[in-house]
T-cell receptor, first 113, second 115 residues
Framework: AQTVTQSQPEMSVQEAETVTLSCTYD???????LFWYKQPPSRQMILVIR??????QNATENRFSVNFQKAAKSFSLKISDSQLGDTAMYFC??????????FGQGTRLTINP | EPEVTQTPSHQVTQMGQEVILRCVPI?????FYWYRQILGQKVEFLVS????????KSEIFDDQFSVERPDGSNFTLKIRSTKLEDSAMYFC?????????????FGSGTRLTVV
């Protein structure tokens, strides 16, 4: 069974700093998809960024980028120029084809003014 | 931008009562899902639904749970006899296809409190 591990329960940085959230996963499959979701205090789940495993190029969405290391089964999220509105829980998630999303335990990120 | 709508946003129910959580997926989406998140814990898959039938369910989704798409627009989750441990945030999601190019859209969730 696929598992997703986020080893940082909480992180805290100053506004405008760069922060990296870690995620590792376990699968025996070759084709799959990885996601980062943001959950602000409103508790809505918001897709931040996604990566297809067959693509070597790391995905980027504005201030958000990933470092995808397929051999190491690592999928970290980098937030550049962090903003107060980035304060949220961040969940890493794995999906293979039509199957369900498998989430990690989450990292609570606080951006301090 | 199209949204997945969930109602109610918060529901309080007594233990043993039946509860129905409602979701309106995005209109042209074909795949529907329920997830739950117990406070402070990770998000867990409950069930996926396609072509008017369950395509996959987790071990959490026992006989107390059922899903239905009664009228082509709503997608409901019913818990027949609620337990205290059913207290959680329940998220509905939908997608057009199942590939990564057609990612999930989540609703805002229903907070269920069983007392």
């Amino acid at each position: 069974a696929q598992t997703v591990t986020q080893s940082q329960p909480e992180m805290s940085v100053q506004e405008a700093e760069t922060v990296t959230l870690s995620c590792t996963y376990d699968t025996s499959e070759n084709n799959y998809y990885l996601f980062w979701y943001k959950q602000p205090p409103s508790r809505q789940m918001i897709l931040v960024i996604r990566q297809e495993a067959y693509k070597q190029q790391n995905a980027t969405e504005n201030r958000f980028s990933v470092n995808f290391q397929k051999a190491a089964k690592s999928f970290s999220l980098k937030i550049s120029d962090s903003q107060l509105g980035d304060t949220a829980m961040y969940f890493c998630a794995f999906r293979q084809g039509a199957q369900k999303l498998v989430f990690g335990q989450g990292t609570r990120l606080t951006i301090n003014p | 931008e199209p949204e997945v709508t969930q109602t109610p946003s918060h529901q309080v129910t007594q233990m043993g009562q039946e509860v129905i959580l409602r979701c309106v997926p995005i209109s042209n989406h074909l795949y529907f899902y329920w997830y739950r998140q117990i406070l402070g814990q990770k998000v867990e898959f409950l069930v996926s639904f396609y072509n008017n039938e369950i395509s996959e369910k987790s071990e959490i989704f026992d006989d107390q749970f059922s899903v239905e798409r009664p009228d082509g627009s709503n997608f409901t989750l019913k818990i027949r006899s609620t337990k205290l441990e059913d207290s959680a945030m329940y998220f509905c999601a939908s997608s057009l296809q199942t590939g990564a190019n057609y990612g999930y859209t989540f609703g805002s969730g229903t907070r269920l409190t069983v007392v």
